[in-house]
């Protein structure tokens, strides 16, 4: 599952690790904190520079661009995740949480500089095209893509549905290049995958959650309605609910979703700068979809922001096992500010906290059972978390919160599951789950597992 910690064309943003709401809680920046003199004539000796750059610079360069390079500066060294959006930004932003736009239909990363493919989207421009899982893509447009940035790669092959788009391909086993025109369309988003696979426990229900856009909460109720009728009205013994390379989303989303596997307790607190903001989120009676059959998420590094969210509660409330890597560790809160006619503003306001009242910032959330998806976890690149990020918040201290009940007990199959694939384990396949470690050795654990007992789903 390595390979989607990369952007998709067909769902993931560049923001991906965004979590927050449109609403703006800003309104204490006006009359509080009056700027000092020194403030003044710092804003003075930007004036300075800005006019000298302009004058004396060996080209004339645009005020904008300079205005919004300093913007971005000024943002970038607050935090990894405070910036500014142009207008062309912000309305791609909107478009994507909304989950459609348009494009190509791929899923793609970025491996050793090169732009390679992890899978077109069935029914998209891609997939009709023929592009392959393991194709690179040496040129957009006639415009080589060696060492492009992937942020700049995914906003070239976006565009207008109905627009031309010409892809250059190197491909496994073929001398020659392969050239391919496409027509962009409007990509519709499926950031919700449902399987069932038979054990001798009796079916197990797998839901993929690839993202948290607006549309999350109610594709996977619509995910379990889809197995349950797969299942012809027969039991499901359990759960599998897979966020591993989710980069996180929509807070509200975050919530609704962690409520359709619990029927009461704490999922989320938000605490900034103002106490009047702070939030507390608690699920709502009735809420379990599942009607308390076993559950187990399936984590890894590139688990982040929502997801760890959705993870943490469902732990903590003794819902669900955990199974896989420890997460990414991102515990703050963006707010989206627009500013008329001059894009939006993404700034960080808030950290969040768990149900135990601990930060995640920088620690993640631990799994029950640690489970690699290769052999050597420490080559991979994905090991990147937020504490490795520039400017990055320490974890703050923890609140008070009430304690919380034992962990959910490990079935004795978790003794028995090893840590990392075996030597001669198949090379990974998405399109072959025989073929990953991590989710087999899921199946096994839920196989394993037992309806919690109902003092243990309500606590």
Known sequence: MKLRSGLMLSGVFAAGLLI?????PVHHAAGQDAPSDSTYQQLSLFGDIFDRVKANYVVNPPSTKLIYDAVNGMLAGLDPHSSYMNQKQYGDMQVETSGQFGGLGLEVTQTKGLLKVISPIDDTPAARAGIKPGDIIVNIDGHST???????????????????????????GVDTPVILTLVRQIIQIQDVKDRLFPTPAGAIGYIRLASFDEKAD?????????????????????????????????????????????????????????????QVWYAQPGGDILNRAPLVVMTNEGSASAAEIVTAALQQNQRSLVLGMRTFGKGSVQTIVPIPDNGALRLTTALYYTPSGKSIQDYGVTPDVKVSDTRTPEDQFASLRESDLLHSFNNPSGLTAPPLASALPLPAVAKTIPDKPPQG???????????????????????????????????
């Open 20 to 24: 927050g709401s449109a609403a703006a």
């Open 146 to 172: 060696d060492g492009i940035d992937l942020d700049n790669a995914v906003t070239e092959m976006r565009g207008t549905p109905g627009s031309k788009i010409t892809l250059t391909l190197k491909r496994n």
């Open 218 to 278: 109610q594709d996977i109720r619509n995910a379990v309605r889809d197995l349950r009728k797969q299942q012809g009205g027969n039991n499901i013994h359990g759960y599998i609910l897979d966020v591993r390379d989710n980069p996180g989303g929509l807070l509200d989303q975050a919530v609704a979703v962690a409520n359709d596997f619990l029927n009461s307790g704490e999922i989320v607190s938000t605490h900034g700068r103002h106490s009047d903001d702070d």
């Open 425 to 459: 384990w198949p090379a990974l396949d998405l399109t072959k789950p025989s073929t990953d470690f991590q989710l087999q050795m899921a199946l096994k654990l839920v196989a394993a597992m037992s309806a919690p007992g109902d003092k243990a789903a309500s606590n």
